[in-house]
């Protein structure tokens, strides 16, 4: 069974610091892969995703991850971070075998000081 | 394209009660899905639909809830005789296929007393 992995809760960080959200997967081939944003009291955004292709992959509002196969990870990343940026953020794996059923992490909280 | 709406946005209900959630998908897109989604934690699976098809149903997904997708357009989620542990926002998204990429809709928060 696939499965994700996010080791922090939460995150800190200053405004205009860069920021990398971790997120690790459990699945037996190559998934499909997302991240996704939610601010308080809405649904989720899809930021980016993998399907196949380059490994670093760009998605909305500055963000990019990588996929790394032999760590079984696939970290999101933002260079310089705005205090707009302050949500909760999930990352998820798509089985390719039964596609479209995706298993979502548990989240990492950001928020941003000033 | 308005994206995919959602309603009712909040239900309170009594425990006992029967209620029923509407979704509307992105016109195009055949995929549907539903995901409950409680505090501190991701989403979790329910079940989807392909067209009118429901292809998957969680094993978490008790017998007091159905979904409905008639005629491959919008989808109903029906919890009968609600109990506490329901409470929770339910999200419905939409895709098409593949890519598979889910877009979500708001959510219906349900607030079971």
């Known amino acids: 069974a696939q499965s994700v992995t996010q080791p922090d809760i939460h995150i800190t960080v200053s405004e205009g610091a860069s920021l990398e959200l971790r997120c690790n997967y459990s699945?037996?081939?190559?998934?499909?892969l997302f991240w996704y944003v939610q601010s308080p009291g809405q649904g989720l955004q899809l930021l980016l995703k993998?399907?196949?292709?380059?490994?670093l992959v760009q998605g909305i509002k500055g963000f990019e991850a990588e996929f790394k196969r032999s760590q079984s990870s696939f970290n999101l990343r933002k260079p310089s971070v705005h205090w707009s940026d302050a949500a909760e953020y999930f990352c998820?794996?798509?089985?390719?075998?039964?596609?479209?059923?995706?298993?979502f992490g548990d989240g990492t909280t950001l928020t941003v000081k000033p | 394209d308005t994206g995919v709406s959602q309603d009712p946005r909040h239900k309170i209900t009594k425990r006992g009660q029967n209620v029923t959630f509407r979704c509307d998908p992105i016109?195009?897109?055949?995929?549907l899905y539903w995901y409950r989604q409680t505090l501190g934690q991701g989403p979790e699976f329910l079940t989807y639909?392909?067209?009118?098809?429901?292809?998957?149903k969680s094993r978490l997904l008790s017998d007091r809830f159905s979904a409905e997708r008639p005629k491959g357009s919008f989808s109903t989620l029906e919890i009968q005789r609600t109990e506490q542990g329901d409470s929770a926002m339910y999200l419905c998204?939409?895709?098409?296929?593949?890519?598979?990429?889910?877009?979500f809709g708001p959510g219906t928060r349900l607030t079971v007393t």
């Open positions: 998204a939409s895709s098409l296929d593949p890519p598979y990429e889910q877009y």
């Open positions: 699945y037996g081939a190559t998934p499909y």
């Open positions: 993998y399907f196949s292709g380059d490994t």
């Open positions: 998820a794996v798509g089985a390719r075998t039964n596609a479209g059923k995706s298993t």
């Open positions: 016109s195009e897109h055949n995929r």
């Open positions: 639909f392909q067209n009118e098809a429901q292809l998957e």
